[in-house]
């Protein structure tokens, strides 16, 4: 008995691992367990130690001595064993090694203490990547100072919405209507005729431009009724040659045609003849009204740089009156100037509200809302608004100056007096 006591190995508390003996001196280590404690696999781990405790008090081992190890609470103790049980056989109950890991007191409550650090931590992560960190500020002060730093984005603008309840202004239906005049106006584009009319020249178109701009003045006629004329005037030389003495009779009918189409009480075939100086009878005009139908197939709803010229200046903001005198007066002046006949009458109308825009200084020139509505960027405009420019620096010296007085009129905004934009001007950009 005093030999088996000296054989006897005290067993204390070794942490967290537990090794249960299989026979007097087998020991087998257990290999510790390095996996991180998640709040999952701590669960796990304290469902084990209390299944493994609760296992152990009903597994009573006996070892070969004086007493029996109990597992109480996690700890092993040696009770002594009554005299009869130590004189009995000795019996070994061999049982598997099993593997038990505990999680102590001092465990818990160190994870408890990590979790408000751990959320802590994560706080302060999404807090610096929501926060400006110091190289995105050295870059955006380097970017700044070498100034290649991003625009911020122009909003475009709704200019519908001041009419959003006017029924006339048709809100709903207005981008519709002008997708289809930019689609009609490549199909009734007037081609280049003057190389195909021996008797009539540029000079000649002018000179007929000038007058019926002045007899639409003196009947107090609409631009509408303007624009349309010109249209059928250019219309019908591009498909039919005219004699020089029919040159004015086709202005005049031309006239009485537009004025049927776009007002509400047109001039009568009279009040032409009269305002040619009689050079030509209502039987003429007549005549000719129904030659100009026929050729044209009664086809006179068309676009006209006129009904751009309304979409695109309402597209200028802010809505002043110096833009929108300044922008029909280029447009007129490249209605009279046959070299405009080449463009499309909506490049002809963006064209006028950038050369008005330039030549009055305003800034932006050229922005996002502009550009939608038109269609047009500010290089494609560049050598419209250039001739355009080039007619307004000429406008005080030419001969045909009936558009040169009608905005010099104060209430015009006398905006034919102002200096053209030299920026577009030829001298400067040599």
């Known amino acids: ?77 040696a009770l002594p064993l009554p005299p009869k049980a130590a004189q009995k056989k000795k019996v070994v109950v061999e049982s598997k090694p099993e593997d038990v890991i505990e999680i102590s007191s001092s465990e818990t409550e160190q994870v408890k203490k990590e979790r408000p650090n751990r959320k802590k931590a994560i706080e302060a992560s999404s807090s610096m990547k929501n926060g400006q960190t110091l190289t995105s500020t050295l870059t955006a002060r380097s970017k700044a100072a070498c100034g290649i730093n991003k625009k911020p984005k122009e909003q475009i603008v709704d200019i519908d919405a001041a009419d959003a309840t006017n029924e006339l202004a048709a809100v709903e239906y207005v981008e519709d209507m002008y997708k289809f005049y930019k689609e009609a106006e490549t199909e009734s584009q007037v ?10 020249n540029q000079k000649m178109r002018a000179i007929l431009v000038d007058w019926l701009i002045e007899v639409q003045h003196k009947f107090e006629l609409s631009p509408e009724t303007l ?31 537009a004025s049927k189409y776009e007002e509400i009480w047109a001039p009568e075939v009279n009040d032409f003849v009269c305002i040619s100086d009689r050079a030509y009878t209502n039987q003429q005009v007549l005549a000719m009204e129904k030659k100009v139908l026929g050729r044209l197939e009664w086809s006179l709803t068309v676009p006209t740089p006129y009904v751009f010229l309304v979409r695109f200046i309402k597209a200028s903001l802010p809505n002043e009156p110096d833009v929108n005198n300044m922008t029909y007066f280029l447009a007129e002046l490249g209605m009279m100037n046959y070299a405009t006949v080449m463009y499309l009458p909506s490049m002809v109308a963006a064209s006028a509200v950038y050369a008005a825009r330039r030549t009055l200084n305003k800034t932006p020139v050229w922005n996002d809302t502009l550009k939608l509505h038109t269609g047009f960027s500010e290089a494609q405009l560049m050598d419209c608004a250039k001739l355009l420019v080039g007619l307004h620096s000429a406008a005080a010296e030419n001969k045909l100056r009936v558009i040169y007085r009608k905005y010099s009129n104060p209430e015009r905004g006398a905006v034919a007096f102002l200096p053209p934009a030299k920026s577009l001007l030829p001298a400067a950009n040599n």
């Open 1 to 77: 008995m005093a030999a088996e006591g000296r054989n006897r190995r005290a067993l204390g508390d070794i942490g967290n691992l537990v090794t249960a003996r299989g026979g007097i001196d087998a020991v087998k280590p257990l290999p510790q367990v390095s996996r991180p404690i998640t709040r999952s696999f701590c669960a796990q781990l304290l469902a084990n130690a209390q299944a493994a405790a609760a296992e152990n008090n009903k597994k009573q081992m006996a070892i070969p001595g004086d007493g029996v190890l109990a597992g109480i609470g996690g700890k092993q103790a």
């Open 227 to 257: 624009y349309l004329t010109v249209n059928i005037v250019d219309r019908y030389l591009a498909t039919k040659m005219v004699a020089r003495r029919e040159l004015q009779l086709l202005g005049i009918s031309a006239m009485l045609l």
């Open 191 to 200: 081609s280049d005729y003057m190389d195909s009319q021996p008797e009539i």
